[in-house]
């Protein structure tokens, strides 16, 4: 149980899913979006996370949603709907905190 624990909320230090590619990354609002699947067994998890670029500070928010896809593919095209979603609830406050890392 610990285990799904530790590689859902990313506590074990090391991640399942490899680096992004350039397809997984889009630009949205002037921040960027990356789609960071995490692969679980033949399935794949719902993550990414949401760059705020100024100057040579870089803000992140990360976000893992419940949602399982068997296709690499579909998980990134849903991560990104997801993000843009995060952008346009939150719009400005979501980095409003200046906090260089977070979870949304």
Do not use: C, W
């Not at 990356?34 to 949401?50: N, Y």
């Not at 843009?84 to 719009?91: K, N, T």
């Amino acid at each position: 149980m610990a285990s799904f624990f530790s590689k859902l909320f990313g506590l074990s230090g090391k991640s399942d899913a490899p680096a992004s590619t350039p397809d997984e990354r889009e630009t949205y609002n002037d921040l960027v979006l990356v789609a960071t699947p995490m692969q679980e067994g033949s399935q794949f998890r719902l993550a990414g996370r949401i760059e705020k670029h100024d100057g040579d500070v870089v803000l992140v928010r990360s976000f893992v949603r419940a949602d399982v896809f068997t296709s690499r593919d579909d998980t990134v095209a849903a991560a990104f709907r997801k993000a843009r979603q995060i952008v346009d609830q939150h719009g400005p406050s979501l980095f409003s905190d200046g906090e260089p890392s977070r979870n949304v």
